[in-house]
C-alpha cells in the first residue's frame, strides 16, 4: 500500500478540519478507508465509540438471542456485520429494539432501509458481539434450518426475554381469536421453545408442515390457545406493537416493561 505523502496527510487534517466526513476524505483522496481513518485517529483520535458489554441483565440478553435467533443474520468476513432483519412497518419497534442493544453493548447501532426487500436492518459492525452471540446460540451451515440455544440452563428472566425476542421476530398473534403462535424452520429450536414454555407451564399445540415440494425445509407451528395465549403474552410483554392484539391486554402491563 502506498504511503501518505506530507501533503495528503495535511490535506486530511484540513479537510477533518473543515468537517469532511471519512467517506467524503476517501472520494476526495482516493484512498482507502482504513489508511484513511489511521491518519484521522492518529491526528484526532479515535472517532468512533467501543462496544462495551454489560452483562448484568439476563432479561435484555435473552431477548437480544431471542431476535437474533429468529430473524438475525452475521457475516464474519465483512467485519463482523451482525445484522437484525425486519419488515419495513416495523420501524417504531425497531427503534424500541435498539434501545434494548444500546443498554447491553453502551453503543447505539445504526439503522438502513432496503427499499427493494421491503424491509430495514438494524446492525453493527462488532467481533465482540459476534462473539458474544454465539456464547449463546449454535448453529451449522444456513443459521434458519439449525439456529438452536447452546443450552436451556437460564435464569428465568433470560427465558422470558429469549421468549419475547422469538417472538417479536418470528412469532404471531389473530385478531380474530386469543391465538399465539411460533413459526420456525429449525427443528431444534422447535423442541426448545416447547421446553421454555413448559418451563412456564403454558399448554400449546405443536404440529409440523412437510412442503412436497423438492428442497424444501419442513415449518414447525407452536400454538398456544385462548387463557394460555394471554397468559403468555403476558408473561413475555412483547414490544413488537404488531404481536399484541386487544384481547391479550386483559392485565395492564405495557407501562410495567423497561428498555
Known amino acids: 500500500m502506498r504511503r501518505f505523502s506530507d501533503e495528503e496527510k495535511e490535506t486530511i487534517v484540513k479537510l477533518r478540519n473543515e ?13 482507502g478507508k482504513s489508511a484513511v481513518y489511521y491518519q484521522i485517529q ?28 429468529s430473524d438475525g443474520s452475521s457475516v464474519p468476513q465483512s467485519n463482523y456485520q451482525i ?14 429494539f435498539m434501545i434494548v442493544l444500546n443498554r447491553v453493548f453502551n453503543k447505539v447501532p445504526f439503522l438502513f432501509r432496503r427499499p427493494k426487500n421491503n424491509s430495514i436492518v438494524v446492525a453493527y459492525h462488532s467481533k465482540l458481539i459476534y462473539e458474544f452471540i454465539r456464547e449463546y446460540l449454535d448453529w451449522i451451515g444456513k ?7 447452546r443450552e436451556l440452563d437460564h435464569s428465568k428472566e433470560f427465558l422470558i426475554g429469549f421468549l419475547r425476542g422469538y417472538f417479536d421476530g418470528d412469532g404471531h398473534s389473530r385478531k380474530d381469536s386469543r391465538t399465539a403462535q411460533f413459526i420456525t424452520t429449525s427443528g431444534s429450536m422447535h423442541h426448545q421453545v416447547q421446553e421454555i414454555l413448559s418451563m ?23 400454538y398456544l390457545r385462548d387463557m394460555e395465549a ?7 410483554q412483547p414490544r413488537n406493537s404488531k404481536r399484541v392484539k386487544p384481547w391479550a391486554c ?6 410495567k416493561l423497561k428498555a
Open 19 to 31: 468537517g469532511k466526513s471519512l467517506n467524503q476524505i476517501c472520494k476526495i483522496l482516493n484512498r
Open 42 to 69: 492518529k491526528n484526532f483520535g479515535r472517532s468512533y465509540k467501543l462496544v462495551r458489554l454489560d452483562r448484568s441483565n439476563g432479561n435484555l440478553i435473552g431477548e437480544i438471542m431471542g431476535l437474533f435467533a
Open 83 to 96: 445484522n437484525f432483519h425486519l419488515d419495513a412497518n416495523e420501524e417504531i419497534y425497531a427503534k424500541k
Open 143 to 149: 443459521k434458519t434450518y439449525t439456529v438452536m440455544l
Open 200 to 222: 412456564f407451564s403454558l399448554k400449546f399445540f405443536a404440529r409440523t408442515y412437510h412442503d412436497k415440494r423438492k428442497n424444501r425445509h419442513a415449518t414447525y407451528y407452536i
Open 230 to 236: 394471554v397468559k403468555f403474552i403476558n408473561l413475555i
Open 250 to 255: 386483559s392485565i395492564a402491563w405495557s407501562s
